[in-house]
């Protein structure tokens, strides 16, 4: 089977009308409410059996000896190497952002990786530890994970996190209102962190293990991208399911679509249980199928996550000594 | 079991077995999908999984997942479930027997010795489990305000290459597990037979998924990457042919294991601890007293 399930019919002519009103953050988009749900409700829905067989038939692509090494070095570049725990403390944050300098400590080649993720009150200590490399700076913020608190902490949260120096802000969206089919204000809170954000690059989390079906990860990544969002992102990795292959490729196919009628570049994130190189591998495999060259960048794609990297490394050892790594030659974080 | 696979006396066909690897708790054909042909009881030739380099590299990470719930088990735990196993290979002591016969080629009396042997073995090593500690501890007098001891934790993931006897893979494997190791052992077409068979009584005696993994194999394909393999801590060359083993030893430095190797091991015997006390690392700690 070529092509997919949700490529179907191209983005019906509404779209740049749709982004003219509501990608603007314009101040009536409150009253457009009824418009933007009949776009959406208009998109072309995912036959979810032929994406799933797609998805589950790229999996299957082998990759091997020097495009192996290639991928398992690109996938490196890409990691937002993530902790997001009420635990983490001064010293683990300093761990964390030495080990996105210099992921393999045996091998100077090796990374660095694109971002460490950590919570708002963590982005100076992060930013001074980083500094002078080019790994940067991501906050996940708007009360996350749950999403669950008045906009004005929300922005306030983001604000923090912006004047502490955070490069990216990941926010999440208002589940509870999409799931009510309150599309126009999810897209009025995702624009109202975009403006807070300036300068920042803002990342949009669906919580695609919330959505229930592939047809509203479609219509949420659209909200998320006419809202301003330089990257859709998968999951906050605090619920399961977290990324699956299918939700991805739902995301990567909504993410090119958006591209042929905008021409705005809209990155993806996956997040959340992709914990082996071979889990990477396949993620980026799809890219590649799915989305233009560009993509395979960390400027356009990034994976959130902790405990991959230390697989991509074990895996990248076998490929340049020949013999098999072992989880004790990196350390855990 | 062990029987001819032909037509008996009311027109059935007898079953007969496939013999597979033990990966995690189940019993898998090789990821190559090879097989190679032993000759079993009674002559018949049987069909034995190959094991390839990537399912040494499953059985080792399966193995590493369970080391800490494995090491984790008090040693009187720990004594319970190889005394399990020695129950278990009792009660398939016949079957044990034809394999030991077609596989060693002694006599009928001493198959059956060797088996209730290999029982007594198993027995004898559950009983030190709880001991070993006695062994390999030690409270240490120091010049300071500090009460100092020492005692023995499990080494880690390590892999044994099987003897081509039953009493020899019962040697070199019950010792690992009972210092509180994760075992992945490569037994070589010799062997191969009792070895499969072996797994099938582990499966049956409480060992968790993944601490026990028995691969069937030839070992001069399989030697180096068991021995390069870094996520592999120590290793039994004894069942190793010797011609291999200089080469393994090499490959066990460059990654740093502890190695355990015995010239021409005499298996009848009673082994002693060495390898016990060869698979655990002495833990020291410093605690402040009088402060």
């Not at chain 1, 091997?64 to 190497?81: F, H, T």
């Not at chain 1, 460490?116 to 991501?138: F, I, T």
């Not at chain 2, 013999?19 to 190679?36: M, P, T």
């Not at chain 2, 380099?53 to 800490?68: C, E, F, G, I």
């Amino acid at each position: 089977m070529t092509g997919s399930a949700a490529q179907g019919s191209p983005s019906p002519p509404a779209v740049p009308e749709a982004s003219a009103a509501f990608g603007g953050h314009a101040p009536g988009v409150r009253e457009g409410g009824e418009s933007l749900a009949g776009f959406l409700r208009g998109l072309p829905g995912v036959d979810q059996t032929g994406l799933e067989s797609r998805a589950a038939a790229l999996a299957t692509r082998s990759v091997k000896a020097g495009s192996k090494i290639r991928a398992l070095e690109l996938a490196i570049s890409m990691v937002d190497l993530t902790t997001l725990e009420g635990s983490d403390t001064p010293g683990k944050v300093r761990a964390l952002c030495a080990k996105a300098m210099l992921p393999d400590a045996a091998d100077p080649a090796v990374g660095p990786v694109a971002a460490v993720c950590v919570y708002p009150d963590r982005v100076s200590l992060a930013k001074a530890e980083l500094s002078g490399s080019p790994v940067l700076v991501a906050a996940v913020a708007t009360a996350f994970p749950s999403g669950r608190s008045q906009l004005a902490v929300k922005l306030a949260d983001v604000e923090a996190a912006v004047t502490a120096g955070a490069d990216e802000v990941d926010m999440v969206i208002d589940r509870a209102a999409f799931l009510a089919g309150e599309y126009a204000h999810v897209l009025f809170e995702i624009g109202e962190v975009k403006k807070a954000c300036g300068g920042a690059h803002l990342k949009v989390i669906l919580e695609t293990g919330e959505l229930a079906t592939y047809d509203n990860v479609k219509r949420a990544s659209w909200i998320a991208m006419l809202g301003g969002a330089d990257f859709i992102k998968t999951s906050t990795g605090k619920v399961a399911p977290a990324s699956t292959l299918p939700v991805a490729l739902v995301m990567m196919e909504a993410v090119r679509e958006y591209h042929r009628e905008t021409g705005r570049l809209v990155g993806v994130k996956v997040a959340g249980g992709i914990r082996t190189a071979k889990d990477a591998i396949r993620y980026l495999v799809l890219v590649n199928e799915t989305l233009p060259a560009q993509w395979m960048d960390r400027s356009l794609f990034r994976f959130g996550a902790s405990s991959l990297l230390n697989d991509l490394l074990i895996q990248r050892y076998k490929q340049t000594h020949g013999a098999y790594g072992g989880p004790d030659d990196f350390s855990l974080e | 079991m062990g029987s001819k696979p032909t037509s008996s006396g009311n027109g059935r066909l007898s079953v007969a077995k496939t013999r597979k690897l033990y990966i995690d708790g189940a019993f898998v054909r090789s990821e190559s999908g090879r097989s190679f042909v032993e000759t079993g009881p009674g002559g018949v030739a049987v069909n034995v999984a190959w094991a390839s380099r990537k399912d040494v590299r499953d059985a080792v990470s399966a193995a590493r997942r369970r080391l800490p719930a494995w090491s984790a088990l008090t040693a009187y735990n720990r004594g319970q479930i190889l005394y399990r196993l020695a129950e278990m290979i009792e009660s398939r002591s016949g079957e044990f027997a034809e394999l030991v016969l077609a596989q060693e080629g002694c006599g009928e009396a001493a198959a059956r010795a060797e088996v209730e042997a290999a029982v007594d073995r198993w027995v004898w090593y559950a009983g030190w489990t709880d001991k070993i500690g006695h062994l390999a501890a030690s409270v240490n007098p120091v010049a300071g305000p500090y009460f100092n001891f020492s005692l023995p934790e499990p080494t880690g993931v390590v892999a044994v290459f099987a003897p081509a006897s039953l009493l020899g893979i019962t040697s070199v494997l019950a010792p690992v597990m009972a210092a509180g190791n994760v075992a992945v052992m490569v037994a070589g077409e010799r062997g191969s037979l009792v070895a499969a068979s072996l797994a099938e009584a582990v499966a049956t005696s409480d060992f968790p998924a993944g601490s026990v993994n028995i691969l069937t194999g030839r070992q001069p394909e399989l030697a180096g990457t068991v021995s390069t393999h870094r996520g592999i801590d120590g290793l039994d060359l004894s069942g190793l042919l010797p011609e291999l083993r200089a080469e393994a030893e090499s490959g066990a430095a460059g990654s740093v294991k502890r190695v355990f190797s015995e010239g021409a091991p005499d298996w009848t015997g009673l082994p002693g601890v060495s390898r016990v006390l060869s698979f655990v690392e002495v833990k020291t700690v410093w605690h402040p007293i009088g402060i």
